[in-house]
């Protein structure tokens, strides 16, 4: 559910940053299952790193920025760091795992805040699923019904 305008912002706070990676993030009541940004300050917009749940400390998982599926990279860059960097776990690379490859070759990643988590809402369960598909629904309901 991300929807076009967070999809803009998030293209257009990238091109500003002049960053490797930005991603699309926001803080969640309940951010069980979903990775944790791991930022270089408290209040800034710089990530070193993004934190699985499963991988996550105690102390990670208190952390309630969360990623929500959507980055920009630098595309050459990416691809430059993909070549010369060791693999990560199971020689593949994820993509919450290239906040800190970016960070350990000395690049920064950005992470851009949805002040509504509902416009980029994600689903890791499927429980999750069932709740989207029924805001996408009454979304489109309420559409139709203002077209009429």
């Known amino acids: 559910m991300i929807?076009?305008?967070?999809?803009?912002?998030?293209?257009?706070?990238?091109?500003?940053?002049?960053?490797?990676?930005?991603?699309?993030?926001?803080?969640?009541?309940?951010?069980?299952?979903?990775?944790?940004?791991?930022?270089?300050?408290?209040?800034?917009?710089?990530?070193?790193?993004?934190?699985?749940?499963?991988?996550?400390?105690?102390k990670q998982r208190k952390i309630v920025r969360s990623t929500r599926g959507s980055t920009r990279f630098q595309c050459r860059l990416f691809m430059d760091i993909l070549a010369s960097s060791p693999r990560i776990r199971s020689s593949r690379y994820y993509l919450t795992d290239m906040a800190a490859v970016f960070s350990a070759s000395a690049q920064e990643s950005r992470g851009h805040e949805n002040a509504c988590a509902c416009g980029s809402a994600c689903s890791n369960r499927r429980s999750e699923i069932v709740d989207l598909d029924g805001r996408m629904r009454l979304a489109k309901c309420h559409q139709l019904m203002k077209k009429a």
């Open 3 to 58: 929807t076009p305008d967070s999809v803009l912002k998030l293209s257009t706070f990238h091109s500003s940053q002049n960053a490797a990676m930005t991603l699309l993030s926001a803080d969640l009541d309940d951010p069980t299952g979903y990775g944790r940004v791991i930022r270089k300050s408290a209040k800034g917009s710089e990530v070193r790193a993004i934190v699985e749940e499963k991988a996550a400390s105690a």
